[in-house]
Structure formats: C-alpha cells, structure tokens
C-alpha cells in the first residue's frame, strides 16, 4: 500500500500557462536527461533510461504526441511508467488528445 500523495506530472503542458512554465519544464526535462545519462553510465547504480525517458516527456518539441502514441504501446514503456508510480511517486498523466 502506498502511502503519501503522487506527484502528478502532465506530459503535454497546457496552452494557456505562460512562458515561464514553458522554460520550467524545458529545465526539468534537459536536467532529467543530462541525469539519466549519468545513471544510465556502467557502475553508477539508479534508474537511469527511465530518468532519460522523464525528461523526454517533460520537453516539449514537434512529433511529441505521435512519439507518445509511439510509445504508450511498448511494454518497457508501460513498465517504467509502473516504475514511476509506484517507486518514486510520480503519476505521469497521459492526457493526449485524439485525432477525430
């Protein structure tokens, strides 16, 4: 059972937020990559693609929603997402919307 709230991130940022929110998140994401890239290095323990992938979905840049869709259908996705909640806390929210 898990105890204590989940930190909710939302992989699309909404539009209306500011550009300060926007440089924010291109922060986090940049930061979590460059770190994920150091845990991902042989020797070093943690969870390091998975924080490669955080940072993937905190930045915003064109084909990210297809490359979501992409890979919301992957098991490894599914399992780091899994990892996310249940681990570290972070409830990542897939709000993307569908293309009529």
Do not use: Y
């Amino acid at each position: 059972m898990m105890t204590g709230r989940l930190l909710r991130l939302s992989v699309l940022g909404k539009p209306g937020t500011g550009i300060g929110t926007f440089f924010i998140r291109q922060g986090l994401g940049i930061l979590c990559i460059v770190i994920g890239l150091v845990l991902a290095v042989p020797g070093i323990p943690g969870p390091g693609l998975v924080v490669v992938f955080l940072g993937i979905l905190l930045l915003d840049f064109p084909g990210k929603v297809r490359l979501i869709h992409r890979l919301g259908t992957r098991r490894w996705f599914r399992l780091a997402r899994v990892f996310l909640r249940k681990r570290m806390h972070i409830l990542l929210e897939m709000n993307i919307p569908q293309d009529p």
